[in-house]
């Protein structure tokens, strides 16, 4: 048995290591705080790291577009007199990203109306741009640098979207409000959505996502966890105008397909038919009154009218006429190659879904000028020919506008509760 004294000995020895080794472990933490140290990694998880390092590989190939137009204004006072005179006023601003070593891609409603386009680049440079062509029907704009920006740009890694799924992560860069440089993140919430765009034609398969977009945002990429562009993101729907968690972007595989075709011939190579259809809103009351006149209603859409020297044209194709006797309808189509026509909008995704030098067979219903009269059901084939009227820079410009919706060219708008983010005006 031991003394008792060497007992206490031993509890005062041990609670001596004890504080020695605790004040070692403090020091040594101490220090290890004090070191300098490049970076945030050491106190980042995983999953931020790989986020930090995304943000910093992209952020620099997305720019910020702000465009001005020119305004009528008068200037002078009421001692001189007064002039009107054109001023540069600005008109929007939105994002955009690098496609090449001298291209910008954004949104065609961001640089709509505007004559000048101003293009800041994540170190603050900012250069001149000059529109190299758009097509509002996808709301794509692809603009061309005036002089060559200071450094090499490095353009963004160009994804796919046929291969997307509900659930994957995406994280979306660009300007909101102003605040350039600005990432959110979420998650891909739906595919295949359709929503009514700027030239009032409706965008199809569209990514739906909750990652924050707001004013300033559209034109702006969405990229997926690998730093891939997977869409360009466009519009939220909001009753309100305020982010609520749902926003839109174009898929990039439409994407890829659009730039490639402004770089090529400064428009879009797309099918003409060459028709004016009646609005299906007016096709709707007009069918209800043929019913209360006991006649045959209407089951398809009426054509208004027939371009000259167009491919309807060529067909025969009958367009609504004033006569003697009153209003005699155009030909009713009713079917594009078996497939049944009931609006407008399925007329423009039989005739767009097809290249230039197809042949269709449509399939439509003419009748005579009595309204009681059945009409015959007949059968033609139309050669698709090229759209003569193209969004270049030479024909930029608003919305054409029409008696009717225009089969294989630019739509009157339209709308519908859909708020389009990219412009902070």
Not at 412 to 421: F, K, L, N, Y
Request: proline share 6%; hydrophobic share 35%; aromatic share 4%.
């Amino acid at each position: 048995m031991l003394p008792q004294h060497f007992g206490l000995f031993g509890v005062y020895a041990g609670g001596v290591v004890a504080l020695l080794v605790a004040a070692a472990t403090k020091e040594a933490s101490a220090a290890r705080s004090e070191e300098p140290h490049d970076d945030l990694s050491y106190d980042l998880y995983s999953e931020e790291k790989r986020t930090v390092s995304l943000f910093e590989r992209s952020s620099g190939s997305v720019v910020h577009i702000n465009t001005l137009q020119q305004k009528e204004v008068r200037v002078g006072n009421w001692s001189r007199g007064y002039r009107s005179a054109l001023q540069e006023i600005p008109r929007a601003s939105g994002s955009g990203f690098v496609w090449d070593h001298e291209h910008i891609v954004t949104n065609y409603h961001v640089i709509k109306d505007a004559h000048r386009f101003m293009v800041t680049f994540s170190d603050h440079a900012t250069c001149e741009a000059r529109l190299v062509g758009a097509e509002p029907d996808c709301d794509l704009a692809v603009l061309k640098l005036v002089a060559p920006h200071p450094s090499a740009l490095l353009p963004l890694e160009v994804g796919g979207s046929a291969g997307l799924h509900v659930g994957q992560r995406v994280l979306a860069i660009g300007n909101p409000f102003g605040l350039d440089q600005t990432l959110t993140s979420g998650i891909v919430s739906g595919l295949g959505r359709e929503m009514r765009g700027v030239s009032g034609r409706k965008l199809r398969g569209l990514v739906q996502t909750d990652a924050a977009i707001n004013p300033g945002n559209s034109g702006g990429p969405l990229l997926d966890a690998r730093g891939r562009l997977i869409g360009v993101n466009t519009m939220i729907a909001s009753p309100s105008g305020a982010f609520v968690g749902v926003g839109f972007a174009i898929p990039v595989d439409t994407v890829k397909r659009i730039v490639r075709q402004l770089l090529k011939h400064g428009h879009t190579i797309r099918p003409w038919l060459g028709l004016h259809m009646l609005p299906d809103r007016h096709r709707s009351k007009l069918s209800q009154r043929l019913t209360e006149w006991r006649a045959e209603p209407l089951s398809g859409v009426v054509i208004l009218d027939v371009e000259a020297g167009s491919p309807a044209e060529s067909a025969a194709l009958l367009a609504t006429q004033q006569t003697s006797r009153g209003i005699r309808l155009g030909d009713e189509i009713v079917a594009v190659d078996g497939k049944k026509v009931v609006s407008n909008e399925d007329l423009l995704d039989a005739v767009e879904g097809r290249e230039v030098g197809d042949v269709i067979e449509v399939t439509f219903r003419r009748r005579t000028a009595e309204p009681q009269t059945t009409p015959t059901l007949q059968r033609t084939r139309v050669t698709l020919g090229q759209r003569p009227d193209q969004y270049s820079p030479s024909s930029f410009g608003g919305n054409q506008q029409g008696g009717g919706h225009h089969v294989g060219g630019p739509n009157p708008g339209g709308g519908i509760p859909v708020r389009d983010p990219a412009s902070s005006r």
